[in-house]
């Protein structure tokens, strides 16, 4: 039997126009080139997005094209989140950071047919012009400087259309967005987000176990809009009307801090090395920032070690940790602590903290053994995180060799090594590329770096493995150590032999003044056993 409820797709349009009813006064702030801040509300940030809908229906941009944008957080950003899908296009966030040559390759592969890009990113973008062939690039002016001859002002495209838009009508699983992965390995891989993933996903992103959104909070997003949709944040916070602001290319430390302040933020998201200087800039001047006394922040990317949930707690700044992946757009688990964790000591409950946390709702996942076997929410046994899901890729887009990212029976292979506990929570031990494997037995680098950027002289700490004749492997831990600090292999051989089993403790530590890192802001693990290890 069939229910008698109506049946209407889920689009983005729906949150569009939401915010421009209910929450048209609620203030969408950005910071320019110069730092002075660009102020709108959510009614016109709707109006102006159905004006960039028009004008790219005008240009006859179709249902299902592609139009990039290369651009810090700001307005336009936001416009070009709705404002594409809107009228059936799909938005494709392009990461800066990637190499020119793997930007024109990721643009020619995903055959966009517009190009936005920031007057600030147009040196980058004039490294591989020469190699795309797009039909426009609108150039978003975020400083006084003049739009170079044969590129058009992003603001004259939006003025050539008018108010009258009409949305078209779309298949729920029609693509509204795509991210390539940040590939660390081998050519980006193609995410294409639905209307109906990134409408589930921003709904279980709000729930006060995930994210814990509201109208009452102000959302600012460090995590760029290039990297998995700002973690959803700009559709989430839309979505429920809360307000936005947007830091555009001042992702430092300071001007953070500053931008939090000035707009009374308290909500915020970003990887571990955006929170490390944050850290590092409220330690050094603890009375500097009035901020919010409530700000929490989330945390992902890559592992964010318990130290510095104690040190965030100490500046009375929650961090909450989560875990996704660009195939996962991104939200797959939070840490929340469970009614049956509250009860628990303190250092416990910082054990559960700095763990990945707990599945969101709607997804579902299983620790893959070696054997072939799922294993059991033990807490120890270890094996492949595998997910399933509203919001989580089942395939790649127009993918030319053959992948093995997916099971036959319809999970996505993660690539992470994991655990669960009983109650629930998931611990990221490593990456299936990064193992160590010392006598038969796998050696977690994420925890032994956790434990080593614990020690109040290391600033940041990554493990590899490297190959011995006797165990197979073992670890080599790469330190880098705080300004004016002094440190001896031996003391943090003393220091991690006090926390951790005496096999898994690294023989060998190299000094280095940083760590290599991928396009998104992870330690390149690839990169770091080049400099040590002298692999290709
Ligand atoms: P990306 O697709 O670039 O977002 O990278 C996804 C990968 O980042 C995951 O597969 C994990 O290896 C890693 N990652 C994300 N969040 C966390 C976290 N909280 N702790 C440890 N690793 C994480």
């Not at 303190?346 to 294993?375: F, K, N």
Request: one cysteine or more; hydrophobic letters at 40%; charged letters at 25%.
């Amino acid at each position: 039997m069939q229910s008698t409820m109506m049946h209407r797709p889920l689009l983005l349009d729906e949150i569009m126009e939401r915010a421009a009813t209910e929450f048209a006064d609620i203030e969408v702030v950005s910071q320019l080139a110069d730092k002075s801040l660009h102020r709108y509300t959510y009614g016109e940030m709707v109006a102006r997005a159905k004006r960039l809908a028009q004008a790219l229906l005008d240009a006859r941009v179709g249902h299902g094209d592609r139009v990039a944008t290369l651009c810090w957080n700001h307005y336009v950003h936001l416009e070009a989140y709705f404002g594409i899908p809107a009228m059936g296009g799909v938005c494709h966030m392009v990461n800066i950071r990637l190499a020119a040559d793997d930007i024109a390759w990721i643009i020619n592969h995903a055959e966009d047919r517009i190009l936005i890009v920031d007057d600030v990113l147009l040196p980058l973008y004039d490294q591989f012009k020469d190699q795309i062939d797009v039909e426009k690039v609108l150039v978003v002016s975020l400083t006084d400087q003049p739009v170079p001859d044969g590129l058009e002002r992003f603001e004259d495209f939006l003025a050539t259309a008018g108010d009258g838009f009409i949305y078209p009508d779309k298949d729920e699983n029609a693509a509204c967005g795509m991210c390539y992965t940040s590939g660390t390995t081998g050519r980006p891989k193609g995410v294409v987000y639905s209307h109906r993933s990134t409408v589930l996903h921003a709904i279980t992103a709000a729930l006060p176990d995930m994210l814990d959104l509201s109208y009452n909070d102000t959302v600012l997003p460090v995590v760029p809009m290039f990297h998995v949709n700002a973690w959803g944040l700009p559709y989430v916070a839309t979505l429920i009307g809360a307000k936005q602001v947007f830091p555009g290319p001042h992702l430092d430390a300071e001007s953070l801090l500053d931008l939090y302040t000035a707009e009374n933020v308290n909500v915020s998201a970003g990887v571990p090395t955006i929170w490390m200087g944050i850290l590092e800039a409220l330690d050094t001047q603890p009375d500097r920032w009035a901020l919010h006394p409530s700000l929490r922040m989330t945390v992902g990317g890559s592992a964010a070690p318990e130290s510095m949930l104690r040190r965030f707690d100490g500046h009375g700044i929650e961090l909450i940790q989560a875990w996704g992946m660009t195939e996962t757009s991104p939200l797959g688990t939070a840490a929340r602590l469970k009614p049956s964790v509250q009860k628990l000591s303190e250092d416990e409950r910082y054990a559960r903290r700095a763990t990945v946390g707990s599945t969101a709702p709607l997804v579902q996942i299983r620790i893959m053994g070696d054997d072939g076997l799922p294993q059991p929410r033990d807490g120890h046994s270890m094996g492949e995180l595998q997910i399933r899901g509203h919001w989580i890729a089942g395939d790649y887009y127009r993918l030319e060799t053959s992948d093995d990212k997916f099971t036959a029976d319809g999970w996505l292979r993660t690539g992470d090594i994991a655990t669960v506990d009983a109650d629930g929570y998931v611990t990221i031990t490593d990456r299936t590329k990064d193992v160590i494997k010392s006598g038969g037995e796998w050696i977690s680098s994420v925890a032994l770096e956790n434990t080593l950027m614990g020690h109040e002289d290391v600033a940041e700490a990554a493990v590899v493995a490297r190959p011995d004749d006797k165990w197979g492997e073992r670890p080599l831990a790469a330190v880098v150590v705080h300004d004016g600090a002094q440190l001896e292999a031996d003391t943090l051989r003393a220091y991690l032999l006090e926390r951790m089993p005496k096999w898994q403790v690294p023989d060998d530590y190299v000094f280095i003044d940083a760590i290599p890192r991928t396009s998104t802001g992870k330690f390149s693990k690839l990169d770091l056993r080049r400099l040590l290890l002298e692999t290709d």
